[in-house]
């Protein structure tokens, strides 16, 4: 008997998404008291660690799931335990070593990864013993369910495996390319380097919600009664969402003077999501049926609100792919909204499911009264919290927009929001509240040592 | 032997993606603007832009942080002096850094580069039916 390496990895993302929603909200009240810890602790320390522990947030608790996933779906136990726990503790030392960098002033400067470049190293080290955990551990793999017309059972991979497989492949790949800019080639050159600095995110965004998505619908089909994963419809949504978070990248640098057809690629990729669309909407009656048939399952309901989640974002990220559209909404709080609702609406609700399926799977009598109670509350109170914030700053974009376009100066913009960054200050807090109110309990789950169990 | 099929296909969408990936790089790096390399003064500048995480705070070409202003343009809007008073004295949310003569001079070179380089928010574009832009050609 040893606890899950999975669990351990599980453990140490929520940890990160408290601190992480914990900086979030003192860089949101700095927005309304801006002497408020300028000196001490100013904004330009505060939102690379909530933005850095929030991509750890997501990072751990994908690989954490996939760890604790994999030896149940292949019934045979990871390749290497070991492996993963030396990829557990570069994490955890990088981590730890990137926070204190952080504290004491030393950035590499670059949007997501403000470390130094160094500490980009044990990263990618780690991210290499999953490489090779994963496919040693999937290889021989396979499973026989499609069947063609001469009965001859087809080699396919359920979509979560590609997910992760794609996933796993292309974060390695993608964050490699992202310091190209250390190369002078690039670095000299201020459009090239800024395109190839959104390529390089674009996909590397895209990478990470493979490994989120591959969770989602992992744990969908585990508490459902529908084998969804090897249908191929969800093949090919898979590989148009692939398609296009790998090379939609360039409606984030549109307003760049870059090349013409690249922008005409991104629009073109990003408008292939209204089919994306469509199909969610399509299935939505069918979702809320299946919503009260397992609403007694925790996972179910968070996949439900990320369904909605999913939906709202969908669209906007849809309208702000227009190029004609994107002029005025890009460098506002537009942008910011569909950041936040994508990565606390879709991921953290997709996330927090896999984790309680992990913890309990669909067992609710594992948690006491109060526990529930304080897990549906959070639940809503996240939601509605989310929902205020996530208004709020749609609606700062448009005002944003619009003074921008009339000239009006900067401080007299920010003074003019004024009132919506108190609704998003307090919203953000009451969101972290409702964040804790779920937690809590999986927290105490997860360290009462109730979890040691086989790797099998 | 079987299994090798997935394992082909992913070979094959990394090959392709590598190809794609050298096709963008060798656009984007010999466009008419792209072409122009930066002094290595301005190269300096962007060492110290990183150096003080500016980015979590300021956008170039809208892209950063939200509670300071976008740097772009704002060499031929605003002025070397008016930047310069900022970088040595901070404002009301920014901090005083303590930059020394070297770094102001390097981060207002590399400004001065950003800036050559296009202009942010957009103005003068062109929109087609279909929703895409373009840039208008100077009169």
Known sequence: MRKSIGLSFVYLALVSLLAALFFGCIGAFQYIMPELLRDSFPFYKIRPLHVSLIVAWIFLASVGGIYHALPRILQKPLYSNKLAIWHYWIFLITGVVIIISYLFGYFGGREYWAFSPILAIPIIISWFFLIINFFTTIKGYRIELCEDKNGTSKLVWPVYIWMWATGIIFFFLTFIEAYLWLIPYFRENIIGELTVQWKAYGSLVGSWNMLVYGLAIYVMEKTSDTRISSMPLTYSLFFLGFINLLLGWSHHIYIIPAAKWIRLLGYAISMTELIVLAKIIWDWKGILKQGKKHIHSIPYRFLLSSDFWIITNLIVAIIISIPAINIYTHGTHITVAHAMGSTIGINTMILLASIFYMVSENRKEDYSETELKLIYRGFWLTNISLAIFWTTLIASGVVKSYYTLEDMPFQQIMNSLHSYFIVFAISGMSLLIGIVMIVIPLLSKLSANQLAENEQ | ?139
């Open chain 2, 1 to 139: 032997m079987k299994m090798i099929l997935p394992i082909k296909i992913l070979l094959f969408i990394i090959l392709a993606y590598f190809v794609y990936s050298f096709a963008i790089y060798n656009q984007v790096m010999h466009t008419e603007v792209a072409r122009k390399s930066i002094s290595p003064l301005a190269v300096k500048g962007k060492d110290v832009f990183q150096k003080f995480n500016c980015i979590s705070c300021h956008q170039i070409y809208g892209l950063g942080g939200y509670i300071g202003p976008d740097l772009t343009n704002t060499i031929s809007e605003k002025g070397e002096a008016y930047a310069e008073a900022f970088l040595r004295n901070g404002s009301l949310r920014m901090p005083n850094f303590n930059l020394n003569d070297t770094q102001v001079e390097a981060l207002i070179e590399m400004l001065k580069a950003v800036d050559s380089s296009g202009s942010f928010p957009a103005k003068d574009f062109d929109v087609s039916w279909y929703g895409t832009i373009q840039k208008k050609e100077k009169e």
